[in-house]
């Protein structure tokens, strides 16, 4: 069987991970590896082929508490992009900025 995919859709990923999922694998990878966490990120983004920065930039969305993770990890539209500028927010601000971000009414403070 051949599917014909118009030029114009062969150069997006139809495979998008959503990026809390990929912060908790490269986290995982992380853990699994000897040495110092500064080491092992190198080493990470030197056999993933990506810059240290853009690693860390993933591992920085694990600072969301564990409910907004979960909570995340279920919305298809979020990107990296977006959650980025609220890693550097303390967690109660961190969740007034997400119930808005998610149209949500309350966000318990769990932890």
Known sequence: MR???PY???LVNIL???PIQIAEWLDQLCRNRPGE???KVARLSADLGV???RVI???NLLRFPADL???LKKDPNVAEGHLRPFTKMDVAAMRVAMRRLLGQTVITNAG
């Open 3 to 5: 599917v014909d995919v």
């Open 8 to 10: 114009k859709h062969k």
């Open 16 to 18: 998008r991970f959503n």
């Open 37 to 39: 966490c500064r080491d």
């Open 51 to 53: 810059m240290k920065s």
């Open 57 to 59: 930039q993933f591992l």
């Open 69 to 71: 993770r979960n909570r």
